[in-house]
């Protein structure tokens, strides 16, 4: 079965992106403001923005915005505050243990995008999730934006609310390199987190390795699965939802019932021109990575469905629960009519920075596990090694290692 995708080419990107990362490596902050001179049309008075301006984008928020950020910020921390595992201890043998620890990463590096539009929310996705993992130090990077001089109020805002005071005005692979390299006031980080461009995701596997990553994220996309029960102006609304982010967004509807398809497409060609986004939205509906796929029933959407692993799936149809069950491949799953993606994206307490291009497969959405690592501590006394130093060393004579069977003898011996 034929799906529509979008395609990205990272590979190409690195060639863009890599004298950019290399400049930064040994020429740091003044690389960096270089940087958004050239490509964000303005250089920023300082590297990091001022506590001052910080309180300043506070003060002056908003204040329906304020009330918003805030139960965004409650609802995000109420569902990442539980996914944390809590500290196991297993007992193997008689004085022999393993304790499984979830140690947090001591600092990170938080990207928010500021292309075509700006995203407080990804400052609540980023910051939230790393506040709830432990870890001690975050900075965030957002782009200069040409009206301001430096970054966007919102973004400066949404960072005081939620007690981030490190802000660089940053954007693109420049911004990345920094948190791999350093530069200025900002120290190397051990962990880059946040959705961008192209170019943003083409940076991160080019520093993957001297720091980690959560993903590289291309455009977003939604898939729908839908049945003859769905309302079509519902199933429209959120095809239309994804297409205003990017002209490259892909919305894909995956349905059996040709009477429904029709709808869709009716109620989109009257709904897409009364948008404020209208033609970006055309544009994204009408790429090749957007489209209507027909099945022969429920049970081959549900095929089609695990094989685009969509960033975003939603399920419109009879018992969608039922049917949310058999998904396997998904960066999250959008369960009956009243749970439209946009909830995910601002205010339901998932995170919205989720795997894109099939990656859903193998990899999952950005939570509090993306900032710290599993360790586990041995703990064995005296008589517990002395209780498997045999099998010990019959294995390590097996590997022609025949010093680490001395290491556990030796002890016996004292």
């Known amino acids: 079965m034929a799906l529509p995708r979008a395609g990205l080419d990272i590979a190409g990107a690195l060639d863009a992106v890599g004298p950019l990362i290399e400049d930064v490596r040994h020429r740091g902050e003044d690389a960096v403001m270089e940087s958004s001179e050239k490509f964000d049309g303005v250089r920023p008075a300082t590297l990091r923005v001022p ?12 204040s329906a915005v304020r ?6 910020i409650a609802h995000a921390r109420a569902g990442h505050g539980v996914q944390v595992p809590p500290e196991t201890v297993t007992e193997i043998i008689p004085g022999g243990t393993i304790t499984q620890r979830w140690v947090p990463v001591q600092r990170v590096g938080l990207y928010v995008p500021g292309g075509l539009a700006v995203y407080p929310s990804s400052v ?12 001690a130090s975050l900075a965030v990077a957002s782009p200069v934006q040409r009206e301001f001089g430096s970054v966007h109020p919102t973004i400066l805002a949404t960072c005081a609310l939620l007690g981030v005071d490190e802000v660089y005005a940053a954007g693109g692979a420049s911004a990345i390199a920094m948190f791999a390299y350093g530069a200025g006031e900002c120290v190397p980080v051990d962990v880059v987190t946040g959705p961008g461009n192209i170019y943003v995701a083409a940076a991160k596997r080019a520093v993957m390795g001297t ?6 994220a291309g455009t977003t996309e939604i898939a729908i699965i839908a049945d003859a029960t769905a309302d079509p102006r519902y199933v429209a609304a959120d095809l239309i939802s994804q297409a205003e982010h990017d002209p490259a967004a892909a919305s894909v509807l995956i349905t059996h019932s040709v009477e429904l398809a029709d709808a869709v497409e009716a109620a989109l060609a009257e709904l897409v021109p009364q948008m404020t986004h209208s033609e970006r939205i055309s544009t994204a509906l ?4 957007s489209g209507i796929v027909l099945t022969a029933n429920l049970d081959e959407s549900i095929d089609a469905a695990n094989a685009y692993a969509a960033e975003h799936l939603e399920i419109q149809t009879a018992d969608a629960a039922a049917v949310s069950r058999r998904i396997h491949n998904a960066g999250a799953i959008f369960v009956g009519p009243y749970s439209p993606v946009p909830l995910g ?5 998932s995170n919205h920075v989720l795997p894109t291009g099939g990656t859903a497969r193998f990899a999952a959405g950005l939570s509090a596990m993306s ?3 599993p360790v586990q501590v041995i703990e064995y006394d005296r008589a517990a090694l002395a209780k498997v130093t045999d099998p010990l060393t019959a294995l390590a004579e097996a590997e022609n290692l025949p010093a680490h069977g ?3 003898r030796v002890r016996g011996d004292a």
């Open 286 to 289: 009408g790429g090749s990575q």
């Open 406 to 408: 001395f290491a556990a």
């Open 345 to 349: 994206d601002y205010i339901s307490g």
């Open 371 to 373: 900032y710290i690592k």
């Open 211 to 216: 720091v980690g990553i959560d993903a590289e």
């Open 67 to 72: 009330e918003a950020l805030e139960i965004s």
């Open 124 to 135: 609540v996705m980023n910051v939230v999730a790393a506040q709830a993992a432990g870890v």
């Open 51 to 62: 506590q001052a301006e910080l309180d300043s984008a506070l003060a002056t928020l908003d």
